[in-house]
């Protein structure tokens, strides 16, 4: 199983966007069995929440499914046990190495540092920004790159 865990500040925006898109992208190329697949806060502050709306109305306007989305806080035992663990901007990569004792930065990652045509590499929080509709845009991005990643690393297709 290859597990990946996205990571972002409060689990309502981001990260959960993130991983229902991943979801989705996955099993859209036949590899669902393959994959777990989860998201996770750094902050306290949603824990048990589901997502924000803006971020269920972009799901839903791209028919993307957002079962089972529930905030949650990320721990030092997603560290060891994840495979890909991808923070959404540098804030949560600096956040991610802080709760595991700087343990697990070889597997850690901010999503858009796969994308080499891209010049910004944190996806903007939608949750000050307002617009959900550029974090989707950046995410689909940084995912397929993501998922072209870790197939060559294991050889998938
Ligand atoms: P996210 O956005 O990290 O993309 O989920 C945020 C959501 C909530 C808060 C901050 C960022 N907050 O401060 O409650």
Redesign the pocket.
């Known amino acids: 199983m290859i597990k990946v865990l996205f990571v972002?500040?409060?689990?309502?925006?981001?990260?959960?966007m993130a991983e229902a898109m991943f979801r989705d992208l996955v099993k859209k190329e036949g590899l669902e069995a393959k994959f777990e697949i989860d998201s996770a806060?750094t902050?306290d502050?949603?824990i048990g929440k589901p997502p924000?709306k803006g971020t269920l109305s972009i799901l839903d306007k791209y028919r993307i499914s957002s079962d089972g989305l529930l905030g949650r806080q990320i721990t030092s035992g997603d560290i060891e046990s994840f495979d890909y663990i991808i923070g959404?901007d540098e804030s949560?990569i600096s956040n991610i190495l802080a709760v595991s004792g700087g343990q697990g930065a070889e597997k850690t990652f901010r999503l858009l540092d796969f994308r080499e045509d891209l010049a910004k590499k944190d996806v903007p929080?939608?949750?000050?920004t307002g617009d959900f509709e550029e974090?989707y845009d950046l995410l689909s991005k940084g995912l397929a790159s993501l998922l072209e990643h870790i197939k060559k690393q294991h050889n998938l297709g």
């Open positions: 972002c500040l409060g689990n309502i925006c981001r990260s959960p806060a902050g502050w949603h924000h959404m949560n929080d939608p949750y000050y974090t």
